[in-house]
């Protein structure tokens, strides 16, 4: 019998490692690389617990290389999907009644195979599968995904801990049930952890879970799956489903049993599914939760106090590291005039020792954006841009996708502060400056603010405490995440809780105790020792 009180001791950050040349770490990775191009493998769905094949297969692809074939993968339909519902619904009563500390363990050790024996083979597959480089790799789909596994784990507990007040000859209690139903996840192609935190997050939380990892990014993802499987995951909690978009659409979000979607990707992609659930909200069993995170138009704003050379750095890794696709890369700054000279000499200087190209090459900074979709996505924002009177290309824009997907850093210099590509996401290696009068502060704030309709991250530089104080009171709704003197990208779960508002989506910040709140079901109790018996009350005997 289960007597006794658990504890999950409290985590810290996984330590990220430097893949200094020769070091035993970059060594290992750059073997598993060439092991993984020399020999493509087929990606099955995982539903119950069983390997599943259908009829319609895709290539996996290396963004940097895109006639390197990493294997192929299955597609699920519409019969797949409704199996993996069955399959979690099935799984659901004895997954949600298993002691807490059980599910937790399974998540635990996930997290050490993962930055143990794992730690290459995943690497490798995220470096391939979605062009990053060691680095970046590195703090993804090793540390990140690590700490989202063993904080969770943690805030789970702490939250199980929360109970009510009681009085005298009462007893108040909670219990923290999964929800009512199934929980749906839809991740991105740039962040592995991702795709792990939203399936994982709300099956630690005792619900069962489909998961449509991207189309690109479904080896990574597929590993990460493995490694949930050998650590003792029971079949059924969470389903592995790569499928079209649409088809998750159409069968699983109208779906009664739909309890929870958690979901990172465009805010359009989020709009549409918001309206379904509304439009089909008398057919579920039980509102469902809806998280997400998605668009940003993410800012760096600087005072006429900043230090140029924190501010430049910041400008070239917050614009193109990861080539810009980072939910929070930067993709406009406001410069004021009298800092721009040193500013742009200082961009030329950085940009020009930027190296880009394929992931083996680990002198490069910058890789291939993810396929060809983006790739000419980008390219018409920059085509736009050389047309435009309004605006010039300053450093970079140019595009070659004869071998990879690549784009150039570039920096469009902006007439103004409403341009086009100022305004609306890019998702790609592009930043675009615009050069405000030191006498129009006020003005330009609250153009930064109100321009665009995101609200995810954002930075402000200063030395000056006082200009500091009136950025971020006058930004306080611009960033979900905002940052003073430092890039607005790089979020570490349990430091900095990751999320947005207003058109970057519900902010139930990852990386947090708030984000696991969504995927409980709250029941209070109340037990009284001693009932009444007697049905007057007192004041009733006035004669």
Same mark, same amino acid.
């Given at each position: 019998?289960?007597n006794?009180?658990f504890?999950v001791?409290?985590p810290?950050n996984?330590?990220?490692?430097?893949y200094l040349?020769g070091?035993p770490?970059?060594?290992?990775?750059?073997a598993?690389?060439?092991?993984q191009?020399?020999n493509p $493998?087929?990606? @099955?769905?995982i539903?119950a617990?069983?390997?599943i094949?259908? *009829?319609?297969? *895709?290539?996996?692809i290396c963004?940097?290389?895109?006639?390197?074939v990493?294997g192929?993968y299955y597609?699920?339909?519409?019969?797949?999907?409704?199996?993996?519902?069955?399959?979690?619904?099935?799984?659901r009563?004895?997954?949600?009644?298993?002691?807490?500390?059980?599910r937790?363990?399974i998540?635990?050790k996930?997290?050490d195979?993962?930055t143990?024996?794992?730690?290459?083979?995943l690497?490798?597959a995220c470096?391939?599968?979605?062009s990053k480089n060691? &680095?970046?790799?590195?703090?993804?789909?090793?540390c990140?995904?690590? !700490?989202?596994l063993r904080f969770?784990?943690y805030?789970?507990?702490?939250?199980?801990?929360?109970?009510p007040?009681s009085?005298?000859?009462?007893w108040?209690?909670v219990e923290?049930r999964?929800?009512?139903g199934f929980v749906a996840?839809i991740?991105?192609?740039? &962040?592995?952890s991702?795709?792990g935190n939203?399936s994982?997050?709300? *099956?630690? #939380?005792?619900?069962?879970v489909l998961?449509?990892?991207?189309?690109?990014a479904?080896?990574?993802n597929?590993?990460f799956?493995?490694?949930?499987i050998?650590a003792g995951?029971p079949a059924?909690?969470?389903?592995f489903?790569? #499928?079209r978009?649409t !088809?998750?659409?159409r069968?699983?979000?109208?779906? @009664?049993?739909?309890?929870?979607f958690? &979901?990172?990707?465009s805010?359009a992609?989020?709009n549409?599914i918001?309206s379904q $659930?509304?439009?089909?909200?008398?057919?579920?069993?039980t509102y469902?939760r809806?998280?997400?995170e998605?668009?940003g138009?993410?800012f760096? &704003?600087?005072?006429?106090?900043?230090? $140029?050379?924190?501010?430049?750095c910041a400008i070239?890794?917050?614009?193109f590291e990861f080539?810009g696709?980072? #939910?929070?890369? *930067?993709s406009?700054?406001?410069?004021?005039?009298s800092?721009?000279?040193?500013?742009?000499?200082?961009?030329?200087?950085?940009?020009?020792?930027v %190296?880009?190209?394929?992931v083996r090459?680990?002198t490069n900074l910058?890789?291939a954006?993810?396929d060809?979709n983006s790739?000419d996505n980008?390219k018409?924002?920059l085509d736009?841009?050389?047309?435009?009177? !309004?605006a010039?290309?300053?450093i970079?824009g140019? #595009?070659d996708d004869?071998?990879?997907?690549?784009?150039?850093p570039? $920096?469009?210099?902006?007439?103004?502060?409403?341009?086009?590509?100022?305004?609306?996401?890019?998702?790609g @290696?592009?930043i675009?400056?615009y050069v405000?009068?030191n006498?129009q502060?006020?003005?330009?704030?609250?153009?930064?603010?109100t321009?665009?309709?995101y609200?995810?991250?954002?930075?402000?530089?200063?030395?000056d405490?006082a200009?500091?104080i %009136?950025l971020?009171k006058?930004l306080d709704?611009?960033?979900?995440?905002f940052y003073?003197? !430092?890039?607005?990208?790089g979020?570490v779960?349990?430091?900095?809780?990751f999320?947005?508002?207003?058109g970057s989506g519900t902010n139930?910040?990852?990386?947090?105790a708030?984000n696991l709140?969504?995927?409980m079901n709250?029941r209070?109790?109340?037990?009284?020792?001693v009932?009444?018996?007697v049905?007057?009350y007192?004041?009733?005997?006035?004669?």
């Open positions: 019998m289960n006794a009180y504890q001791k409290p810290v996984e330590p990220i490692k430097g040349p070091s770490e970059s060594v290992a990775l750059k598993e690389l060439e092991k191009l020399a $493998v087929e990606v @099955p769905l539903i617990g069983k390997e094949r259908t *009829a319609n297969k *895709a290539n996996m963004p940097h290389d895109h006639q390197k990493l192929q597609i699920a339909g519409e019969q797949e999907l409704l199996m993996a519902i069955t399959a979690a619904e099935t799984a009563e004895e997954w949600e009644n298993m002691s807490w500390e059980h937790a363990t998540f635990l996930a997290a195979l993962l143990g024996k794992y730690r290459a083979k690497s490798a470096m391939l599968g979605q060691p &680095f970046q790799s590195e703090i993804d789909v090793i990140e995904m690590a !700490d989202f969770n784990a805030f789970v507990q702490e939250i199980y801990k929360q109970q007040l009085t005298d000859g009462v108040n209690r923290y999964a929800l009512d996840a991740t991105p192609f740039n &962040f592995t991702i795709g939203l994982t997050a709300p *099956a630690m #939380c005792g619900n069962t998961w449509k990892p991207s189309s690109t479904v080896l990574s597929y590993y799956m493995q490694i949930l050998e995951l059924g909690v969470i389903n489903v790569p #499928c978009g !088809d998750f659409g069968v699983v979000v109208p779906h @009664p049993r739909m309890a929870g958690h &979901f990172t990707g805010t992609v989020f549409e918001w $659930v509304g439009q089909n909200i008398n057919n579920y069993v469902p809806l998280v997400g998605t668009g138009k993410d760096i &704003f600087a005072h006429e106090s900043a230090d $140029v050379d924190a501010l430049t070239v890794l917050g614009a080539q696709q980072k #939910c929070s890369a *930067a406009r700054a406001y410069i004021p005039a800092l721009w000279p040193s500013v742009k000499k200082r961009l030329e200087e950085e940009i020009s020792k %190296k880009l190209g394929d090459d680990f910058m890789n954006v993810i060809k790739f980008i018409g924002y736009y841009a050389r047309q435009s009177a !309004d010039e290309i300053l970079g140019g #595009c004869s071998v990879g997907y690549f784009v150039e570039t $920096v469009i210099l902006a007439k103004t502060p409403t341009f086009k590509t100022m305004v609306e996401e890019i998702f @290696p592009v675009t400056i405000y009068p006498d502060l006020e003005e330009t704030i609250k153009s930064c603010d321009a665009t309709g609200a995810l991250t954002g930075a402000v530089f200063a030395q405490r200009a500091i %009136k971020a006058a709704h611009a960033a979900g995440n003073i003197n !430092d890039k607005p990208t979020a779960v349990g430091q900095q809780p999320g947005g508002s207003r139930d910040k990852a990386g947090s708030i709140y969504r995927w709250q209070a109790i109340k037990e009284t020792l009932p009444r018996t049905v007057n007192p004041y009733m005997t006035e004669k």
